[in-house]
């Protein structure tokens, strides 16, 4: 089943994947970077045991800003990390993985378009290469973002959404908690994923870095 295309600029998107879909397809992670090089020495950063959700670091204020409407993206931007990046929409390869970025620009991240689009109430999906045959690609760090740290999307209707993380983990791919990662919170929150964990020749990566997050405010 493919991902919903969007009804153009200022439109709604004709539907959103079903949960049950979205949990066929997620449970075991995502393939986006399953075939990266792996051949960097020390390898990406990981999360620290300390960044997983539901620790006491604080994550900003109480109240939320409202959802917004749905809106394409255009960019992502992380300053903890130096990610600046364009966005492309991404939804369902022939296999039934989420589709990843063309991997030949290490500097482009996807939106999931069979999720909401970033601000609406739910939960957005962005995901990037966290490597390539070359060298490190725009999610390489991404397993060093902290708690607290900002992420900000900006939207083709002209908004930012700025979110804010509560949470880092790397999750093996068999084990994904697809639930847990993409199910809906009641709320505006963001999912950046990336490649992460072991690696092998033969398989890739073994995991899968998630960083959680919620929408803070919008500009």
């Known amino acids: 089943m493919s991902a919903s295309e969007p009804a153009g600029e200022g439109g709604r998107q004709r539907h959103h994947a079903p949960w049950g879909v979205m ?14 090089s792996g051949e960097l020495h020390t390898g990406p950063p990981q999360p620290a045991s300390a960044a997983a959700p539901g ?18 993206v ?47 109430k739910g939960t957005s999906v962005i995901v ?8 490190p690609a725009v999610f390489y760090g991404l397993g060093a973002v902290r708690q607290g740290s900002r992420i900000e999307v900006r939207r083709q209707d002209g908004r930012t959404a700025v979110f804010q993380v509560y949470g880092n983990e790397v999750f093996d ?21 990336t490649c992460g964990g072991g690696f092998s020749e033969e398989h890739g990566y073994q995991g899968n870095v998630v960083v959680f997050a919620r929408l803070v405010e919008v500009r």
């Open 23 to 36: 949990a066929i397809v997620l449970l075991t992670g995502l393939a986006l970077v399953r075939n990266g």
């Open 55 to 72: 620790t006491s670091a604080s994550v900003g204020p109480a109240g939320t800003p409202g959802a917004l409407p749905y809106s394409t």
């Open 74 to 120: 255009s960019r992502i931007r992380i300053p903890a990390i130096q990610v600046d990046a364009p966005v492309v929409p991404v939804g369902l390869d022939a296999n039934g993985w989420v589709n990843a970025p063309p991997p030949d620009d290490p500097n482009l991240a996807g939106w999931f378009t069979g999720a909401v689009s970033p601000g609406e």
């Open 128 to 135: 990037g290469h966290v490597d390539n045959q070359v060298g």
């Open 173 to 193: 791919k068999a084990k994904f908690p697809g639930d847990r990662v993409y199910g809906n919170k009641g709320a505006p929150e963001l999912r950046i994923i």
